[in-house]
């Protein structure tokens, strides 16, 4: 131990890594217990607990090699300030200190080892997509906690199973990490269904592709702008079917997630908002080739086709966004959030959350100003008038995102054809096949309406 001990303090580089490596060994012992503890809740802790801190301490670690190693050199060069010493086993002392080197590896192998298995971990949970790029992933953070999948974590989705999503996830990630460190990252971020896994891989490890949902009903509430916001619900059947549920005539939406059958297509860009050719194969591979009008079949022979999966009409199951500020409200109303026994209600509400705002804190404001001098002096019910701002509030901050540049419809939503083109982007009766066939937009096709 003390010719290592003198090695260290004849040279200073080696000194200072073991100072940094000590100092970060407790510092991260202590963190860890203090977490442990329940005693420390920030979600920044984790950046500094698993990724901060053990960087520094490898950091330390790599300076003792390379403090040895200039002062080895130094040696060599003839500045002799020690003799090279001669590895002898038979030496006591020696063998004190080749232990000592090997304990003190072993224990800093441990703690590595426990700091990459606890970032690894900790970068997979939601808080940490959410809050440490706080402003990158805001939209999608907000409103994931308000849809059906809010305990479906991040990565369940975004990250398949097995080794080699994890290690491709991993990459990714960094290279994000690195463009948000850079301000590189684009707003809106872009839905990147090309790099989602197959999702069999994710939504199949919870949800069972064979099930036959049958038809489902869906009562969808809107309200008016007149004084009692009166309300109208459109009742709908959904076929949804299965895929191997035949019902009626087919099998009804399921159909196109078939094992058996591939519908591929090929979109103009990565919004996919056109789809000018759609091929479907079969089960015993016979294929079948639709074309929107004006294009050319050849023009697809070599373009690489997307097949398919439940994620190219549940493409917003998490983190859904209403497309219009009425339809926003409507839903706030239809949940009681807002309000429907306040006079102009609905009205109000969707004139202050349409409106543009710079800001969070400005949307906020003008809101609560906007209602607040609408109800003033009408003798409405002040516990109603509150509840309204909240709600109103609530609608506008779950839904508008400036610093990310997200507001109402950025991000269309495929399950339907109202706001954005949806189903229609293939089932508008012009898609053709070289039989004349086309993708039907037969309203009957996909659900019974107005029951
Ligand atoms: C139930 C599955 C699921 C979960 C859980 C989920 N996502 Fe997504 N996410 C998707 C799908 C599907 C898309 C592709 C959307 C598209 O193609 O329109 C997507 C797209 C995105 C995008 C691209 C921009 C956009 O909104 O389209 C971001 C960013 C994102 N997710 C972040 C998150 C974050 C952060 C969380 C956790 C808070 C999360 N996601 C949880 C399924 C999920
Ligand atoms: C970790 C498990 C898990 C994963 C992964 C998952 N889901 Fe779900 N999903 C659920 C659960 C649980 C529910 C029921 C939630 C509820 O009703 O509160 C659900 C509900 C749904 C619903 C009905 C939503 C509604 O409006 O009630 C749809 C549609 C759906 N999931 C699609 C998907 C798609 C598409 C994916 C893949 C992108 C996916 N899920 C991934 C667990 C999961
Ligand atoms: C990428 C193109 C594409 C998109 C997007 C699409 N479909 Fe289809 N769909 C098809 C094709 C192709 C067929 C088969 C047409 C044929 O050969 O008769 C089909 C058939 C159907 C059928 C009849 C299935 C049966 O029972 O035989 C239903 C129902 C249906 N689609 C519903 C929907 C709904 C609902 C949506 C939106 C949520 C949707 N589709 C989106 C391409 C698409
Ligand atoms: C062609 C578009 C399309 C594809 C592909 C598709 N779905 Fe659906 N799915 C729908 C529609 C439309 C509904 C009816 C829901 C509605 O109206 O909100 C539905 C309903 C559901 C429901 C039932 C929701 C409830 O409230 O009970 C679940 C769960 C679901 N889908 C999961 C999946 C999974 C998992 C896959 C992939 C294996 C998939 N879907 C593929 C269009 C599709
Ligand atoms: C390819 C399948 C398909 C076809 C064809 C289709 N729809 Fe739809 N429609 C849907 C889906 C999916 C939804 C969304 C259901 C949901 O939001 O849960 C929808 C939603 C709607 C709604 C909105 C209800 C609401 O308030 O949320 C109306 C209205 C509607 N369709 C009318 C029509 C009419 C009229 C036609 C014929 C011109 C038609 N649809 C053809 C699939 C289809």
Redesign the pocket.
Known sequence: MLWLFRTFVRNGISLLGTAIATAMAVLFVVLLLLEQAGLLTNPYLGLLLFVAVPAAFLIGLLFVPLGLWVDARRRRRGDLRAEWLVVDFSVPRQRTVAAGVLALTAANLVLVSVAAFGGAHYMETTEFCGQVCHTTMEPQYVAHQNAPHSRVACVECHVGSGVEAAIEAKLAGTRQLWHVVTGAVPAPVPSMVRNMRPAMETCGQCHWPQKAHGDLV?V?R?FGDDEANTETA?T?V?KVGGPTTPLREGAG?HWHASEDIRVEYAASDDTRQEIPYVRVTGPEGQVREYLAPDVERDAYAEVPLRRMDCIDCHNRPAHTFSSTPERAVDRALAEGRIPANLPFARREAVAAVSGEYASRDEALAAIARSLGDFYRGQGSRPDLVERAIAGTQAVWAGNVFPAMRVTWGTYPNH????ASP???RC?DDSHTAADGGVI????G???D?GM
């Open positions: 869906r969808s809107e459109t709908m959904m939406i399950i339907g054809h109202l949806g189903c229609f089932h039907s937009g037969d309203c096709l996909c659900h309406l």
